[in-house]
């Protein structure tokens, strides 16, 4: 089927998840394709916000710690963030950024293989987990960072593996990890997993559980849409986490934090993971967000992010063939993410042509340009219009006017 307008109102009118657009504060005239890296507002968050804000802090003031549960968010939202990513309530907290999360988790698995001191990872992986890794290496002073091509991570595990440091979806390709054959060829050779699922949580299927994973940790301002700065969480299964503890011994993740007793005894569960105060305010958003994504089967989510996916390669093979685009996601649903990425030589350029018509990508060095496919609030003739711009934007060659890269900024 050729992928006209009409195909893609057609599809959109068949879309058993179109209503959720308009719960979204979207601004008119823009085709946002970059969800993958700052969802945008639910406005379900914006009155959570406000009512947080007017009500819980205004007029209930400290007292809301208890009346309005605050004190139980990082659980209870934990919780539900473990229901999009096959786990168990008690097994996942919101706490901290991802990359601290990356730290406690690391250490207190490092410590819990004391014969063994290697973090296996892959080169190429997020900075943020690679530049993290060293530095949990480095405060357990005969540990260290064993980093090798992506091929052959499976083969690298061997007895001096601690853990196994992985990001499930890959943040520039999109290519999807085999989540259950890596922890069981980690756990064959008796090290931990543990799973980035900041490219995952809100966008593909993820089933820690069934797949025996360890550790995780993931975003919260990607997939799960909860505002700039959001915090993120962390899943410990529930068979380890009697044995692991957290290296960032705060007061939050004390059994008892309001003994006020000098001792430190960590909390039961996987509160233990937390450390100071939670971030109230973006705890709220980030609920908001969750519970939208909990109105969706994660079947449902998984199988509109591969149709978008396979719309927009089909309209580029068609569209903007000979224009110097390479694809550089895997073309198999069965082993890609929720993104789609394409290297061009002029990639910055051209990003930045798209942003001031009002399509918004973004642009990773050295050449990649990604298009995040979003499956609550992307529709098929979103995508065919962003397309439409890019093949306007190769045709007229208006991307040559687009200023330099500027240090510094973010892209
Ligand atoms: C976005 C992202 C992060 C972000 O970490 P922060 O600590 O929240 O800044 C970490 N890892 C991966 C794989 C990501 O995609």
Same mark, same amino acid.
């Given at each position: ?13 068949? +879309? ?15 085709? %946002? ?20 804000? +007017? ?75 690679? %530049? ?77 559980? !069934? ?9 919260? %301002? ?77 079947? !449902? ?111």
């Amino acid at each position: 089927m050729s992928p006209t307008l009409e195909v893609a109102r057609a599809l959109d009118a068949a +879309d058993p998840l179109r209503g959720f657009k308009a719960r979204f504060a979207l601004p008119p005239g823009v085709i %946002y394709l970059d969800g993958n890296s700052l969802g945008p507002m639910p406005l379900a968050a914006r009155e959570k916000l406000a009512a947080v804000a +007017d009500r819980e802090w205004g007029e209930g003031l400290i007292r809301s710690w208890n009346d309005a549960d605050w004190i139980g968010a990082p659980e209870r939202v934990g919780g539900k963030i473990a229901r999009l990513i096959g786990a168990a309530p008690g097994e996942v907290v919101v706490a901290d950024s991802t990359s601290v999360n990356l730290f406690k988790l690391l250490v207190s698995a490092l410590r819990a293989r004391p014969e063994r001191r290697v973090i296996l990872t892959e080169t190429g992986n997020f900075p943020t987990d690679l %530049y993290v890794a060293g530095g949990a290496a480095g405060v357990m002073s005969d540990a260290s960072v064993r980093a090798v091509d992506p091929a052959d991570v499976e083969d690298a595990i061997d007895g001096d593996t601690a853990v196994v440091m992985l990001t499930h979806v890959h943040y520039k390709s999109a290519a999807r990890r085999d989540m259950a054959r890596l922890t069981a060829a980690a756990h064959a050779a008796g090290a931990l997993t543990l799973w980035d699922l900041s490219h995952s949580a809100g966008a593909v299927k993820v089933c820690l559980n !069934d797949c025996d994973a360890d550790l995780a940790v993931g975003c919260g %301002y990607k997939f799960l849409n909860g505002g700039p700065g959001a915090p993120a969480f962390l899943y410990v299964a529930d068979r380890l986490q009697a044995a692991l503890a957290s290296p960032l011994t705060g007061w939050m993740g004390h059994a008892a934090p309001f003994d006020f007793v000098d001792a430190y005894r960590p909390a039961a569960g996987v509160r233990r993971f937390l450390c100071g105060t939670p971030p109230i305010l973006g705890l709220a958003t980030l609920e908001a967000g969750v519970d939208l994504a909990l109105e969706v089967a994660p079947a !449902d989510l998984a199988a509109k992010s591969a149709k978008l996916w396979d719309f927009f390669n089909n309209l580029m093979e068609v569209r903007l063939a000979g224009h110097g685009f390479s694809l550089a996601t895997p073309a198999d649903p069965a082993v890609r993410g929720s993104h789609i990425s394409y290297v061009h030589p002029m990639g910055y350029a051209i990003m930045q042509a798209l942003i001031a018509r009002g399509v918004i990508g973004d642009f990773r060095e050295p050449d990649v340009m990604r298009f995040g496919l979003t499956p609550l609030y992307i529709g098929f003739e979103d995508v065919w219009g962003a397309i439409d711009v890019l093949a306007q934007t190769m045709s007229a060659q208006t991307w040559r006017e687009s200023p330099p890269r500027q240090p510094g900024r973010v892209t």
